[in-house]
């Protein structure tokens, strides 16, 4: 299934989402994996089950979650997690990944507990690596397999005396967790234009996210997410609504260079164009890892 | 710090986010950003919110936006959403409150129908993601060997069942997309509702679609009482005396309807899911 957007090493996905359905069944493009939401498959039966189904006769899937909420304090749902593990043996996918957020919480006064529907954001604290850590072990141990968890953008942020740096928390989670990680180079960029805007001696935005990723665990890295963002002026809004950044392109050369040609998605959720698009995206993508990781050709 | 401490200010960020006014002083203590840069930020995050509330609801109640109009809709979604917050992370769970939402709301009393609509969006939407059955053809030979004491019809797990007051066939049929509207597409609706009689149904599933058909009152009775667990002589008493048994199972059998039909001792409590 060689094409410009796989073999020879090269491993660049979509997310498939259901417009593009009929298109995808008609043309079962040659890529190296295919995305989907876990949650839009959580179903008993039907016809998104059945398309999953057939795109499974042909390419591996990627499962990426939204719902399990891995750093919330009141801990993991496990109607969630059943569903998760259902489709994890029904689909057989090549990875599985989830968010470093909170979604599941009480509201104030109550002991109900309800969900965000968001990727809401963790403090970056030795409590809170605990609760994350207990979470992905047990997400983990359900489903028989590592997790990746995924960096987040966020617009607010906890304030804390004894906070940990982003990446040597995720690193502090590989390590005790086995987990490995999703690097969402958009979300880094994001976080970095919006820094900068609060705060002009943040740094320069392509520059502190080719930081952040050098301060990561290489191995640990399993899959990169690419994807467009939404500049509203004041804030920089990750909306997967266009194809992907100068600047993002920019951070993701510099990933590959590190870190090789890992598995790459390009991911679109808001305004979903023509399937051609994506592909296109893809495509360039695969461009990138074959010029900035070169000597990966004939492995 | 403590998980403790972590618990309270998730609790409270979730809180401040559901909530309409500006953040509570005790969010601003757990934050970094301040002022404008806190309700900013709160402010991307409820937008995001009411985004996925309006596409969510519209999904599962599409004809319920039909009738309200696309911009009503919204706020409506955006009012459950902070009335009845989502319980889970798969989205398919939310929403569930809606009909009887509606029902409350005193701006939709003009729209008495409405409920009974949502109901029907809703029972569209179990049936097109219920657990795939086919009918398991070998054990209709029990209609001819067992009496219909000890004997039950068993539907497929897709197959939803309503009763409304008001003609909600007519109206889930008139408030379908579709490429072009005829000229009087909402004549019928009228004149079901100006004749004042309701409606019952049957939704099932056509290929992977849901398709929502009308019940004559006898044969709605017959497959509510088999839906309820009855046994089919319980079921063809609360038919009435105007049911044609057979001309029923030809229609259930061409509609993809049944499932299968099983002894009642030996029945056990049993799903394809």
New interface residues.
């Given amino acids: 299934m060689n094409s410009p957007a796989s073999g020879d090493g090269i491993d660049v996905g979509i997310g498939l989402r259901q417009p593009h359905y009929r298109d995808w069944a008609e043309r079962r493009p040659a890529l190296g994996f295919v995305e989907v939401h876990s949650?839009n498959f959580?179903?008993?039966?039907?016809?998104?089950l059945?398309v999953l189904a057939g795109v499974r006769e042909t390419h591996a899937v990627s499962l990426h979650?939204?719902?399990?909420?891995l750093g919330?304090?009141?801990g993991i749902?496990d109607?969630?997690l059943e569903?998760l593990a259902r489709l994890v043996d029904r689909v057989e996918p090549a990875r599985v990944s989830d968010h470093a957020c909170?979604?599941?919480?009480?509201?104030?006064g109550s002991t109900t507990?309800?969900?965000?529907?968001?990727l809401?954001p963790i403090?970056f604290?030795?409590?809170?690596l605990?609760?994350l850590c207990a979470n992905v072990q047990r997400v983990q141990e359900r489903l028989r397999r590592p997790l990746l968890v995924e960096n987040l953008s966020a617009?607010?942020?906890?304030?804390?005396a004894?906070a940990m740096a982003e990446p040597e928390f995720l690193a502090a989670l590989t390590r005790r967790t086995g987990c490995g990680l999703l690097l969402d180079v958009n979300n880094l960029v994001v976080n970095a234009i919006n820094a900068q805007r609060?705060d002009a001696s943040a740094g320069e935005p392509v520059a502190a996210a080719c930081a952040f990723v050098d301060a990561l665990p290489a191995a640990a890295i399993g899959e990169i997410h690419l994807a467009g963002y939404c500049d509203t002026g004041?804030?920089v809004?990750d909306d997967h609504g266009s194809r992907v950044h100068e600047p993002v392109w920019a951070v993701y050369r510099h990933a590959v260079q590190r870190l090789g040609r890992v598995p790459t998605l390009i991911e679109w959720d808001?305004d979903v164009p023509a399937l051609e698009v994506l592909l296109d995206e893809a495509q360039r993508a695969a461009a990138v890892q074959r010029e900035a990781s070169p000597r990966q050709a004939a492995a | 710090?403590?998980?403790l401490?972590?618990?309270e200010?998730?609790?409270?960020?979730?809180?401040a986010?559901?909530a309409a006014g500006p953040a509570a002083d005790a969010l601003a203590?757990?934050?970094?950003?301040r002022d404008h840069?806190?309700q900013?930020?709160?402010g991307?995050?409820r937008a995001?919110?009411a985004?996925?509330a309006e596409r969510a609801l519209a999904a599962a109640y599409p004809t319920v936006q039909a009738l309200v109009g696309a911009e009503d809709f919204a706020v409506l979604a955006r009012a459950l959403w902070r009335a009845a917050?989502?319980?889970?992370?798969?989205?398919?769970q939310?929403g569930h409150d809606l009909p009887a939402f509606i029902e409350a709301e005193r701006d939709f009393d003009p729209w008495s129908y409405l409920g009974d609509c949502a109901r029907l969006d809703a029972a569209v939407q179990r049936c097109?993601?219920?657990?795939?059955?086919e009918l398991q053809r070998e054990t209709l030979a029990l209609l001819a060997e067992r009496a219909p004491e000890s004997l039950r019809l068993r539907f497929v797990?897709?197959l939803q069942l309503l009763a409304s007051d008001w003609p909600i066939a007519t109206l889930h049929a008139a408030h379908q997309e579709r490429d072009e509207l005829a000229d009087d597409a909402f004549a019928p609706v009228r004149e079901a509702l100006a004749a004042g009689h309701g409606e019952s149904v049957v939704v099932a599933r056509a290929g992977?679609?849901a398709q929502v058909t009308t019940l004559d009152p006898p044969s709605h009775a017959w497959m509510q009482a088999l839906h309820d667990g009855r046994s089919v002589a319980g079921a063809l008493a609360a038919a009435g005396d105007d049911f044609d048994f057979n001309a029923w199972l030809v229609r259930a059998l061409q509609q993809g309807w049944l499932w299968k039909a099983e002894p009642i001792e030996e029945s056990l409590e049993e799903n394809p899911?």
Wanted: proline share 7%; hydrophobic share 45%; net charge negative.
């Fill in positions: 949650e959580f179903a008993d039966g039907g016809a998104a059945a979650g939204v719902g399990l909420a919330s304090a009141v749902d109607w969630h569903r909170f979604a599941r919480a009480p509201l104030p507990v309800v969900h965000g529907a968001d809401l403090a604290t030795p409590a809170s605990d609760i617009y607010l942020s906890f304030d804390d004894d609060a004041e804030l809004i808001t | 710090m403590t998980a401490r972590e618990a200010r998730q609790s409270r960020l979730l809180g986010l559901l203590a757990d934050l970094r950003e840069r806190l900013r930020g709160l991307a995050y995001n919110a985004g996925i917050p989502p319980p889970r992370g798969d989205l398919a939310w097109e993601s219920a657990a795939d059955a797990p897709s992977w679609r899911s």
